[in-house]
């Protein structure tokens, strides 16, 4: 069994319990409401505005040990660099307030995860970010394209409002099996802290999901006011 499969296993209950998230489970069942999509792409690009600048102390932040990884490090910026200007644009063309999102705080779920990313390459055994890449890439494959396509059914949206999911959805497969590599190539302990850090990274995007308003809370709302 590759190290992938075998870290693809040991975080399946946090991996599930990441999916049981109201707002994922309306999605994919094409009951979603504007305001819970551009709740998601606010909370994304305050998460992914950070990704350049993570990566970036992460490479600083590797033991020598691990300074095979600076390489990849480097890809990775080059290929994620700018990202966040993607999901701003998604928002305009959705309609939404893209200097708003610019200028706003993120809510504490986001901002949590994106603390604990920057303790662990400044604090911590930066190889645990990799759990972080797993959880956020593996998620991206497993749900962007079709969520994607549910979202844009139901409401009816332009193409261009979802360049973010569609592009990453695509991008991250072409990842997944560069990332295993990496992994493969890690000394053990640092493999485990990777799957350490995966569990977290379930339990820390999960929370931003489950923060997010959900269609169904809405209309349940909408059916009190009226009755």
Request: hydrophobic share 40%.
């Amino acid at each position: 069994m590759s190290f992938y499969d075998t870290l693809t296993t040991a975080t399946t209950a946090e991996r599930q319990h990441m999916l049981s998230a109201p707002i994922i489970a309306d999605c994919l069942q094409g009951r979603v409401a504007l305001d819970s999509y551009l709740a998601f792409l606010g909370q994304a690009y305050h998460h992914v505005r950070h990704t350049t600048p993570l990566l970036m102390t992460v490479g600083g932040s590797l033991p020598d040990r691990l300074g095979w990884l600076r390489k990849a490090v480097a890809e990775y910026i080059e290929e994620e660099i700018g990202h966040e200007e993607w999901i701003l644009n998604d928002i305009a063309a959705a309609g939404g307030d893209a200097d708003a999102v610019r200028a706003s705080q993120p809510e504490l779920p986001a901002e949590v995860m994106v603390a604990y990313a920057y303790d662990l390459a400044n604090r911590g055994n930066p190889a645990g970010f990799f759990g972080m890449v797993f959880v956020l890439e593996g998620t991206s494959v497993a749900l962007a394209l079709t969520a994607a396509d549910r979202i844009q059914q139901t409401l009816g949206l332009p193409n261009k409002a979802f360049s973010y999911l569609r592009s990453h959805g695509t991008l991250d497969q072409e990842h997944t099996q560069h990332l295993a590599n990496l992994l493969e190539q890690m000394e053990p302990a640092d493999q485990q802290e990777v799957i350490r850090c995966a569990k977290v990274f379930y339990k820390l995007y999960g929370d931003i999901f489950r923060a997010l308003p959900t269609a169904s809370a809405e209309q349940t709302q909408a059916e009190s006011v009226c009755n």
